[in-house]
C-alpha cells in the first residue's frame, strides 16, 4: 500500500481509517509510555461532509454586456472642467462682468467714504504715529514729567516761602523754618525728577532705537536694494502701512465705536421696500432686543411684494409685550407709516408670532371686484364669492347660507364699502330675495346695489313693515319643513329662496326704535316689538328657515347700540377701524395680545383713504387668524351697470307657501325707488287742536317756561269748561279721576297715533327759587316743530 492508499484507508466497513505515517527521520524504535493506554472508543456516527447539490434554477434572461463595452471610454465633455451654463452664452459672461464690475464700484465707494471716517488712512496713520510715540515714552516718561511738574511746583513754593519769611512782620522763626522745610522738600523733588529723567532717558532711548531705528531700517534698506528713491518709496509705504495697522482701532467710546461700524456695514437708517432681507432682519433685531426688550430666539424674513412677513420665535415669552408695543416698534423703524405693522399669533407654538411690516402700498394684490353674471351664484357658493383679499392675494368670501354677520367700524372706516362689496355677491344670486333696511343714510349707503334689492326701507315706518314681514316669513316656515321634504332646515333654491336683511346704520334704528310709542293694547293683545326687538327676534328664531341678517354699526358697545349688544355675539364678525371696547366685547380680552389690533386702523380722512375698507375677520376656521383683508372696489359707473343688468334679469320672489304667513303685505320701495319721487312725499299732517290750543294758552300768558299739570288743566277748562269736566271723566263705580291724570291721559289719546309722548319735567319758574315739575315750553315747541325763537 503506497502513501496515498494509507490515507485513504477503510475498514471493513467502509468507513475512512486514520493511519500514522512514519516520517523517514523519525526513530524507528516506537516510544514506550508508563502510563496505561486508555480504551478504543466506540465509532462516531457517520457525518456526511459532501455539499449538496444546487437545484436547478431558471436561466437569466437579459442583455449581456462585453468587457468591452464596460470599458469606459473617453469623454470630451464629461471630463472637461465644469463651467457654469451662466458663462456658456455671451449674455451671460456680459452679465458676469456687469456684476463683477458693479461690485468693484461698489468696494470702491465705500472705501471712498470711508476716508472721510476715523477709519480713513490718514486718521489711521496718524494715529499709529501716535501711539508709537506714547509707547516709546511709556510710564517711565509718564513719571519723569509728572517728578519734573512736582519739582518746579515744590521750587515755587519753596521761594514763595523764602520771601514771605524775608519780609515777615509777625511769626518770623515760624515762617522761616517753614521756608527751610519747603526748600527740603523741592530739593528731594528735584533729586527725584532727576534720577527718574535719568531712567526715564534710558529706556525711551531702547525703545526708539527698536521702533525708529527699524523703520529708518527698512527705508535704507529700500534705497540700497531696490534702486535708489523707488526703494525709498516703497520703505516709506510699508512704514506707513505699519503706522496704519498699529492705529487701525479708533480711539472712540462704545456707542461711537457701534454707530461708526453699523454705517460700514452698510446698515440702513430708513426702512426702504428695495432693502434686502438681510439688512432688514439686523434692522428688525436691533430694534427688538434693543429699544423693545423682547428675548429673541430666532428671526425669520420672508421678503413680500407688499413688505416683509417676519416669523419672530421669542425665547420663553409670549408676544404680549410685543403686541402693545408695536407703535414703540414703528417708531424703531423710521420709514414705517403709522399705525402699519401687523402681528399675528402664531398657532403652532404660543412664543411664536408672524409681524408684518408692509411697505407704501401693501394692497397692490387685492383685485378687482369680480364681475358675476346675473343669478350666477347660489346660496351654497356664497362662500366662495370673493368681496376681499388680505395682502397676499388670499380671497375674502363669507357664508351667507342660514348665518347672519355684523360690520363694526367707525365712521369713514369703509364698512359701507365693505358692506356694498358684499352686495354685489348677494345681488348675484338666484336663491336669495335681498331687502336693506337703511334710515341713517335714506338708501345711500347701499349705492347702485338698490336697483336690483327686492325692497329699501328709508324710514321707521317702511323699516317695521320689512321687519315683520321677514319675521313672519321665517317664524312661519318651520311648519313647511315636513311637507316640503326640507329635513330640518329650509333649503334655499330658485322657486323657495332664502332671505337677507341688510340693515346700514344700526345705530340709527336703535333711536328710532327708542322714539317708537304705541297706544295701550286690548286685552288679549300682545305689545308690538320695537324695531331693534324685530332684528334681534328674526336672528334668534328665523335662521333655519334661512331668512338671516347683515349689519353694519358703528359700534356694539350701550352707548352706541343700546341693549343690543347682542350684535358681538353674531358667528361672522368683520371688524373695520374700531374702538378697543368694541374688540374686547366680540373677541375677547386677550385678544388684542395675539394680534386683534383693529383699533391701530386708520379711518378715512378728507381725500386720504388710509385703512378705509379693511377690516380684520372673524368667521369659523377658514378666518380665525388675525390677518387684515381689504374689499375689492370697482368703478362707481361698473357697480351701477352691474346693478342695472341684476334688474333687468329679474329678482327672486317669494314662494306662494311663504308668502302665506305675510298676506297682503307690500314691500317698499322694491328696486329702490327714487328719493325724489313726489308719490313719497306724505302729506303733512295737521297738527291736533289740543296742541294748537295749549300753545296759544302758552303765548298769552307770556310764554312761560312751563306750566304744572293744575295750571295747564285750569287754562284749558277756560277755554272749554263742558269738555274739560271732570265729571265726565268719573269710571264707573268709581272715584273722580285728579286734574293730572285727566290731562295725561287725554294728551296720550291725541299724541300716540303721532309717534309723540309729552311728559312732565322739571323746570324753574320765573322768580322762584327751586324746580317743580311740570309741561315745558320747550317741550310743546319740539312737538309742534317750533324753533326756539317763536
Given at each position: 500500500m503506497n502513501e496515498t492508499d494509507e490515507r485513504t484507508a477503510q475498514n471493513g466497513r467502509g468507513e475512512a481509517v486514520a493511519k500514522v505515517i512514519r516520517l523517514p527521520f523519525a526513530d524507528t524504535t516506537p516510544e514506550v509510555s508508563d502510563t496505561p493506554a486508555p480504551e478504543a472508543p466506540a465509532p462516531a456516527d457517520r457525518v456526511d461532509m459532501t455539499k449538496p447539490e444546487p437545484p436547478a434554477t431558471a436561466p437569466v434572461e437579459g442583455t449581456v454586456f462585453t468587457a468591452q463595452e464596460w470599458e469606459l471610454g473617453e469623454d470630451p465633455e464629461g471630463d472637461a472642467p465644469w463651467i457654469s451654463p451662466a458663462l456658456r452664452t455671451p449674455e451671460g459672461r456680459t452679465a458676469r462682468r456687469a456684476y463683477h464690475q458693479r461690485q468693484a464700484r461698489r468696494r470702491i465707494r465705500r472705501w471712498a467714504a470711508r476716508q472721510r471716517t476715523p477709519r480713513g488712512i490718514v486718521p489711521t496713520t496718524v494715529r499709529g504715529g501716535v501711539r508709537i510715540q506714547r509707547w516709546v515714552r511709556g510710564v517711565e516718561g509718564?513719571?519723569?514729567?509728572?517728578?519734573?511738574?512736582?519739582?518746579?511746583?515744590?521750587?515755587?513754593?519753596?521761594?514763595?516761602?523764602?520771601?514771605?519769611?524775608?519780609?515777615?512782620?509777625?511769626?518770623?522763626?515760624?515762617?522761616?523754618?517753614?521756608?527751610?522745610?519747603?526748600?527740603?522738600?523741592?530739593?528731594?523733588?528735584?533729586?527725584?525728577?532727576?534720577?527718574?529723567?535719568?531712567?526715564?532717558?534710558?529706556?525711551?532711548?531702547?525703545?526708539a532705537a527698536g521702533a525708529y531705528g527699524s523703520m529708518a531700517g527698512i527705508d535704507v534698506a529700500g534705497f540700497v536694494f531696490m534702486d535708489g528713491l523707488i526703494g525709498l518709496g516703497a520703505g516709506v509705504l510699508v512704514n506707513l502701512a505699519v503706522l496704519a495697522r498699529v492705529g487701525r482701532r479708533p480711539d472712540m467710546a462704545p456707542e461711537e465705536l457701534e454707530e461708526l461700524e453699523r454705517a460700514e456695514a452698510g446698515l440702513p437708517d430708513r426702512f426702504e421696500m428695495g432693502m434686502t432681507p438681510r439688512a432688514f432682519e439686523a434692522m428688525l433685531h436691533e430694534a427688538l432686543t434693543k429699544e423693545i426688550g423682547v428675548a429673541v430666539h430666532s428671526l425669520q424674513i420672508r421678503p413680500r411684494n407688499w413688505g416683509f412677513e417676519v416669523v419672530v420665535v421669542l425665547k420663553n415669552q409670549t408676544p404680549e409685550k410685543l403686541s402693545a408695543n408695536l407703535d414703540l416698534l414703528e417708531a424703531c423703524l423710521p420709514g414705517v407709516r403709522t399705525n402699519s405693522a401687523l402681528l399675528q399669533q402664531s398657532a403652532q407654538a404660543r412664543n411664536e408670532c408672524v409681524l408684518r411690516i408692509p411697505g407704501d402700498d401693501p394692497w397692490k394684490a387685492v383685485p378687482e371686484l369680480p364681475y358675476r353674471k346675473p343669478k350666477s351664484v347660489t346660496t351654497h357658493e356664497l362662500h366662495k364669492a370673493q368681496f376681499g383679499a388680505d395682502m397676499s392675494g388670499r380671497p375674502?368670501?363669507?357664508?351667507?347660507?342660514?348665518?347672519?354677520?355684523?360690520?363694526?367700524?367707525?365712521?369713514?372706516?369703509?364698512?359701507?364699502?365693505?358692506?356694498?362689496?358684499?352686495?354685489?355677491?348677494?345681488?348675484?344670486?338666484?336663491?336669495?330675495?335681498?331687502?336693506?333696511?337703511?334710515?341713517?343714510?335714506?338708501?345711500?349707503?347701499?349705492?347702485?346695489?338698490?336697483?336690483?334689492?327686492?325692497?329699501?326701507?328709508?324710514?321707521?315706518?317702511?323699516?317695521?313693515?320689512?321687519?315683520?314681514?321677514?319675521?313672519?316669513?321665517?317664524?312661519?316656515?318651520?311648519?313647511?319643513?315636513?311637507?316640503?321634504?326640507?329635513?330640518?332646515?329650509?333649503?334655499?333654491?330658485?322657486?323657495?329662496?332664502?332671505i337677507t336683511v341688510v340693515i346700514d346704520e344700526f345705530p340709527a334704528l336703535v333711536m328710532a326704535a327708542k322714539s317708537e310709542t304705541f297706544p295701550e293694547p286690548e286685552e288679549g293683545e300682545e305689545k308690538p316689538l320695537r324695531l331693534d326687538e324685530l332684528v334681534k327676534q328674526i336672528n334668534l328664531t328665523s335662521l333655519k328657515s334661512d331668512v338671516g341678517v347683515e349689519i353694519a354699526s358703528q359700534g356694539v358697545t350701550r352707548d352706541r347700540v343700546g341693549a343690543n349688544m347682542w350684535l358681538a355675539e353674531l358667528p361672522v364678525q368683520v371688524m373695520c377701524a374700531c374702538d378697543k371696547d368694541d374688540i374686547v366685547q366680540i373677541a375677547g380680552g386677550g385678544a388684542m395680545a395675539q394680534g386683534w389690533r383693529p383699533d391701530r386702523l386708520l379711518p378715512a380722512m378728507g381725500d386720504a383713504v388710509n385703512d378705509a375698507s379693511v377690516a380684520y375677520v372673524m368667521a369659523g376656521g377658514d378666518y380665525c387668524e388675525p390677518i387684515p383683508y381689504r374689499a375689492c372696489i370697482t368703478s362707481d359707473e361698473e357697480a351701477d351697470r352691474r346693478a342695472t343688468e341684476r334688474a333687468e334679469a329679474?329678482?327672486?320672489?317669494?314662494?306662494?307657501?311663504?308668502?302665506?304667513?305675510?298676506?297682503?303685505?307690500?314691500?317698499?320701495?322694491?328696486?329702490?325707488?327714487?328719493?325724489?319721487?313726489?308719490?313719497?312725499?306724505?302729506?303733512?299732517?295737521?297738527?291736533?287742536?289740543?296742541?294748537?290750543?295749549?300753545?296759544?294758552?302758552?303765548?298769552?300768558?307770556?310764554?312761560?317756561?312751563?306750566?304744572?299739570?293744575?295750571?295747564?288743566?285750569?287754562?284749558?277748562?277756560?277755554?272749554d269748561p263742558t269738555s274739560w269736566d271732570l265729571d265726565r271723566f268719573v269710571p264707573e263705580g268709581g272715584e273722580p279721576m285728579s286734574k293730572g291724570a285727566v290731562l295725561a291721559l287725554v294728551l296720550d289719546k291725541v299724541l300716540a297715533p303721532r309717534g309723540q309722548k309729552w311728559t312732565k319735567e322739571s323746570y324753574r319758574p320765573k322768580g322762584a327759587k327751586s324746580t317743580v315739575k311740570g309741561y315745558r315750553l320747550r317741550d310743546l315747541k319740539a312737538l309742534i316743530g317750533e324753533g326756539d325763537e317763536a
Amino acid at each position: 500500500m503506497n502513501e496515498t492508499d494509507e490515507r485513504t484507508a477503510q475498514n471493513g466497513r467502509g468507513e475512512a481509517v486514520a493511519k500514522v505515517i512514519r516520517l523517514p527521520f523519525a526513530d524507528t524504535t516506537p516510544e514506550v509510555s508508563d502510563t496505561p493506554a486508555p480504551e478504543a472508543p466506540a465509532p462516531a456516527d457517520r457525518v456526511d461532509m459532501t455539499k449538496p447539490e444546487p437545484p436547478a434554477t431558471a436561466p437569466v434572461e437579459g442583455t449581456v454586456f462585453t468587457a468591452q463595452e464596460w470599458e469606459l471610454g473617453e469623454d470630451p465633455e464629461g471630463d472637461a472642467p465644469w463651467i457654469s451654463p451662466a458663462l456658456r452664452t455671451p449674455e451671460g459672461r456680459t452679465a458676469r462682468r456687469a456684476y463683477h464690475q458693479r461690485q468693484a464700484r461698489r468696494r470702491i465707494r465705500r472705501w471712498a467714504a470711508r476716508q472721510r471716517t476715523p477709519r480713513g488712512i490718514v486718521p489711521t496713520t496718524v494715529r499709529g504715529g501716535v501711539r508709537i510715540q506714547r509707547w516709546v515714552r511709556g510710564v517711565e516718561g509718564q513719571n519723569a514729567d509728572a517728578a519734573k511738574a512736582r519739582a518746579e511746583m515744590l521750587a515755587a513754593e519753596a521761594q514763595r516761602a523764602a520771601r514771605r519769611a524775608q519780609y515777615a512782620l509777625l511769626q518770623r522763626d515760624a515762617k522761616k523754618k517753614a521756608a527751610d522745610v519747603a526748600q527740603q522738600e523741592a530739593s528731594m523733588a528735584l533729586v527725584r525728577a532727576t534720577a527718574a529723567a535719568a531712567t526715564a532717558r534710558n529706556r525711551i532711548l531702547w525703545r526708539a532705537a527698536g521702533a525708529y531705528g527699524s523703520m529708518a531700517g527698512i527705508d535704507v534698506a529700500g534705497f540700497v536694494f531696490m534702486d535708489g528713491l523707488i526703494g525709498l518709496g516703497a520703505g516709506v509705504l510699508v512704514n506707513l502701512a505699519v503706522l496704519a495697522r498699529v492705529g487701525r482701532r479708533p480711539d472712540m467710546a462704545p456707542e461711537e465705536l457701534e454707530e461708526l461700524e453699523r454705517a460700514e456695514a452698510g446698515l440702513p437708517d430708513r426702512f426702504e421696500m428695495g432693502m434686502t432681507p438681510r439688512a432688514f432682519e439686523a434692522m428688525l433685531h436691533e430694534a427688538l432686543t434693543k429699544e423693545i426688550g423682547v428675548a429673541v430666539h430666532s428671526l425669520q424674513i420672508r421678503p413680500r411684494n407688499w413688505g416683509f412677513e417676519v416669523v419672530v420665535v421669542l425665547k420663553n415669552q409670549t408676544p404680549e409685550k410685543l403686541s402693545a408695543n408695536l407703535d414703540l416698534l414703528e417708531a424703531c423703524l423710521p420709514g414705517v407709516r403709522t399705525n402699519s405693522a401687523l402681528l399675528q399669533q402664531s398657532a403652532q407654538a404660543r412664543n411664536e408670532c408672524v409681524l408684518r411690516i408692509p411697505g407704501d402700498d401693501p394692497w397692490k394684490a387685492v383685485p378687482e371686484l369680480p364681475y358675476r353674471k346675473p343669478k350666477s351664484v347660489t346660496t351654497h357658493e356664497l362662500h366662495k364669492a370673493q368681496f376681499g383679499a388680505d395682502m397676499s392675494g388670499r380671497p375674502l368670501a363669507l357664508p351667507g347660507k342660514r348665518t347672519s354677520a355684523a360690520y363694526i367700524g367707525k365712521s369713514r372706516s369703509g364698512k359701507s364699502t365693505m358692506l356694498r362689496a358684499r352686495l354685489d355677491a348677494l345681488t348675484a344670486t338666484s336663491d336669495r330675495i335681498i331687502v336693506g333696511i337703511d334710515l341713517g343714510s335714506y338708501g345711500s349707503g347701499f349705492g347702485p346695489y338698490r336697483k336690483c334689492m327686492s325692497a329699501v326701507a328709508r324710514t321707521p315706518k317702511e323699516a317695521r313693515v320689512v321687519l315683520e314681514w321677514a319675521l313672519a316669513v321665517g317664524m312661519g316656515r318651520p311648519k313647511l319643513f315636513d311637507r316640503l321634504g326640507m329635513g330640518l332646515n329650509w333649503e334655499a333654491s330658485p322657486e323657495r329662496p332664502g332671505i337677507t336683511v341688510v340693515i346700514d346704520e344700526f345705530p340709527a334704528l336703535v333711536m328710532a326704535a327708542k322714539s317708537e310709542t304705541f297706544p295701550e293694547p286690548e286685552e288679549g293683545e300682545e305689545k308690538p316689538l320695537r324695531l331693534d326687538e324685530l332684528v334681534k327676534q328674526i336672528n334668534l328664531t328665523s335662521l333655519k328657515s334661512d331668512v338671516g341678517v347683515e349689519i353694519a354699526s358703528q359700534g356694539v358697545t350701550r352707548d352706541r347700540v343700546g341693549a343690543n349688544m347682542w350684535l358681538a355675539e353674531l358667528p361672522v364678525q368683520v371688524m373695520c377701524a374700531c374702538d378697543k371696547d368694541d374688540i374686547v366685547q366680540i373677541a375677547g380680552g386677550g385678544a388684542m395680545a395675539q394680534g386683534w389690533r383693529p383699533d391701530r386702523l386708520l379711518p378715512a380722512m378728507g381725500d386720504a383713504v388710509n385703512d378705509a375698507s379693511v377690516a380684520y375677520v372673524m368667521a369659523g376656521g377658514d378666518y380665525c387668524e388675525p390677518i387684515p383683508y381689504r374689499a375689492c372696489i370697482t368703478s362707481d359707473e361698473e357697480a351701477d351697470r352691474r346693478a342695472t343688468e341684476r334688474a333687468e334679469a329679474g329678482m327672486c320672489e317669494l314662494d306662494a307657501e311663504s308668502a302665506a304667513f305675510a298676506p297682503g303685505v307690500v314691500l317698499p320701495n322694491p328696486g329702490g325707488g327714487d328719493p325724489w319721487d313726489d308719490d313719497e312725499v306724505e302729506e303733512e299732517e295737521p297738527l291736533p287742536v289740543l296742541l294748537r290750543t295749549i300753545r296759544t294758552i302758552y303765548r298769552d300768558l307770556g310764554n312761560p317756561s312751563g306750566l304744572t299739570e293744575d295750571q295747564l288743566f285750569d287754562q284749558l277748562r277756560g277755554f272749554d269748561p263742558t269738555s274739560w269736566d271732570l265729571d265726565r271723566f268719573v269710571p264707573e263705580g268709581g272715584e273722580p279721576m285728579s286734574k293730572g291724570a285727566v290731562l295725561a291721559l287725554v294728551l296720550d289719546k291725541v299724541l300716540a297715533p303721532r309717534g309723540q309722548k309729552w311728559t312732565k319735567e322739571s323746570y324753574r319758574p320765573k322768580g322762584a327759587k327751586s324746580t317743580v315739575k311740570g309741561y315745558r315750553l320747550r317741550d310743546l315747541k319740539a312737538l309742534i316743530g317750533e324753533g326756539d325763537e317763536a
